[in-house]
């Protein structure tokens, strides 16, 4: 089975910087939509970032500029790279895969049921 696992999540000062990562078994980013999304106590996950084939959309507008998705084709490894942290930040981090690739950088691609392999999430908690 693909297995997605989320590492990197911490606690964190205001203004600080953390790097998630999303390392899968079984089968190869380049050839799936991958999503990096967030979920806040009691709230629905939102998407944050989408990748596919090096393009890249960020849903969120209060993280454009901070936070930046990217590959390591070589490693099969997405990164959620976050800077300039905010207490508004902190939540349950994950990763997604879909099968579907046309619809990664629009609005299909920010809906969880686009998706359909899930890691466990990683916490990240600014102070």
């Known amino acids: 089975d693909v297995q997605l696992v989320e590492s990197g999540g911490d606690s964190v000062p205001g203004g600080g910087s953390l790097r998630l990562s999303c390392t899968a078994s079984?089968?190869?980013?380049?050839?799936?939509?991958m999503g990096w999304f967030r979920q806040f106590p009691g709230k629905e996950r939102e998407a944050v970032a989408t990748?596919?084939?090096?393009?890249?959309?960020q849903t969120v507008d209060s993280v454009k500029g901070r936070f930046t998705v990217s590959q390591d084709k070589d490693k099969n490894i997405v990164y959620l790279e976050m800077t300039g942290l905010k207490p508004e930040d902190s939540a349950m981090y994950y990763c997604a895969a879909s099968k579907r690739v046309v619809g990664c950088q629009v609005a299909a691609g920010r809906d969880p049921g686009f998706y359909d392999y899930w890691g466990q999430g990683t916490q990240v908690t600014v102070s």
């Open positions: 079984r089968f190869t980013y380049t050839s799936h939509c």
């Open positions: 990748i596919f084939a090096g393009r890249t959309q």
